[in-house]
């Protein structure tokens, strides 16, 4: 029989999003329209238009060793093209935001060729080739990933995950990269990543209701979302790792 | 050092404050003369990109503005998050939450009773005002500031 993975435990909602969304096999639903001019306005690596910058010539033309795993491995386009390698790193709110770190990592490897995902406690950020990035982000922005209010795309200065939110509902950001337009309800980012300020805005869309992000979220959350502890399988399942992993440090005999 | 008589309370709400917010609840609070001292705390917000790439940037946010409280200037270097405040004695709680339940209309609050504020000096206390320090400045502003707290006259 076939192996069949089954991504995590759990019996509520929040467990059975993080199973969808790291399964490759699941089409993740688009939720909005970010051009790509405007992921690469945010991640600020290039100007929109620029030819990408090398790291080293086209592997058809540098001449590759003869390698059985260079044969085995097909490069991604980014690779094939030498392009630099650049990152994207998201903060994601605890207040029920669509995703967070571990498990953007998770989906990531499961979802993308080619990348190196680096999970911190409050941000998560994705390193790979710079045209493969472009075509990455744009997935992980425009789906059901993504919320404008309650994640952020942060390159430096990210702090924001734990705090309360904001009176408009917006996660705090010390740079304010993002604002949202009381007028018509959109999420306009006016900086890039790292804080530079951006020649015209980019719309991120508006905000999802409370309700869609308590269906899409894939954090426990006790008062604003669904309790750990009301999840009796994910419950069981950390508590067996726990006791496996606690008895191993003893050498147990058996 | 601050004398253990007086009370202090906080004043937690669920979102982090605009600037329009807390300048609505301070007019209402320093008008009380049974306050004695009102700490705002929060996230910093600096004035430049403090790291990355775009270090030292302008930092333009609508978080970090000046408000008026009773007449005074008060520049807002924080999004404020907490409100401590110490009081003359237990009877001014009562008005502290009609104020609250006043300005928070659209989320909820809490307000705790406790000990919140710096009670000893620390070393940078001790090297920035001496041995002899007017203990109701303790804890009011970073020692390492440059600016002192706003002083609120003729209220009392």
New interface residues.
């Given amino acids: 029989m076939a192996y069949k993975p089954q991504y995590g435990p759990g019996s509520t909602v929040v467990a059975e999003n993080r199973r969808k969304y790291m399964n490759p096999g699941y089409k993740l639903e688009t939720v909005r329209d970010v051009t790509d001019e405007d992921i690469v306005l945010v991640m600020g690596h290039r100007a929109p238009g620029s030819a990408y910058p090398t790291a080293h010539p086209p592997l058809a033309e540098q001449g590759e060793p003869d390698c059985p795993i260079r044969k085995l491995v097909a490069p991604t386009e980014g690779a094939k093209a030498g392009d630099r390698v650049r990152y994207i790193q998201f903060a994601d709110s605890m207040y029920n935001a669509p995703s967070q770190p571990y498990l953007r990592s998770y989906l990531e490897a499961y979802r993308f060729r080619g990348v190196d995902p680096g999970t911190l406690s409050g941000r998560q950020i994705v390193e790979c080739r710079e045209r493969d990035l472009e075509k990455y982000a744009k997935e992980l922005v425009n789906t059901e990933l993504f919320d404008p209010a309650l994640v952020g795309i942060r ?3 990210v ?1 924001g995950h734990s ?6 509902g917006m996660m ?1 950001d ?3 990269r993002c ?1 949202l337009d009381k007028k018509d309800g959109v999420v306009k980012y006016v900086k890039n990543q ?4 951006l020649d015209r805005e980019v719309k991120a869309g508006k905000p999802m209701d409370e309700k869609w992000l308590k269906a899409h979220t894939t954090i426990y959350h006790s008062v604003v979302g669904t309790a750990f502890r009301d999840d009796a399988e994910a419950v069981e399942y950390i508590q067996r790792i726990h006791a496996l992993r606690t008895k191993y440090g003893f050498m147990p005999k058996e | 050092m601050t004398d253990a008589i007086y009370p202090q309370v906080r004043v937690a ?6 600037p329009e ?1 807390v300048e609505q609840l301070l007019n209402r609070l320093a008008a009380n003369p049974g306050i004695r001292r009102i700490l705002l705390k929060g ?4 004035v430049t ?6 270090r030292g ?1 302008p ?5 970090r503005q000046t408000i008026n409280v009773l007449g005074e200037e008060v520049q807002l270097n924080t ?1 404020v ?1 907490t409100i401590d405040m110490e009081l003359e004695s237990a009877d001014v709680l009562p008005s502290i939450r009609a104020a609250c339940e006043e300005v928070f209309t ?2 909820s609050f809490s307000i705790l009773e406790g000990r919140f504020m710096k009670t000893q000096p620390t070393v940078s206390d001790y090297a920035k005002y001496g041995p002899n320090a007017d203990e109701i400045l303790l804890g009011l502003v970073d020692p390492k500031s440059r600016k002192g707290p706003v002083i609120l006259q003729g209220y009392r």
């Avoid at chain 1, 705090?163 to 408009?168: F, G, H, K, V």
């Fill in positions: 390159g430096a200065t702090h705090l309360r939110l904001d009176e408009d705090f010390m740079l304010q604002v790292i804080g530079e300020a | 709400p669920v979102r982090l404050l605009n917010t996230q910093s917000i600096p990109v403090p790291y990355g790439p775009a940037a930092n333009p946010h609508s978080r999004h998050g659209k989320f």
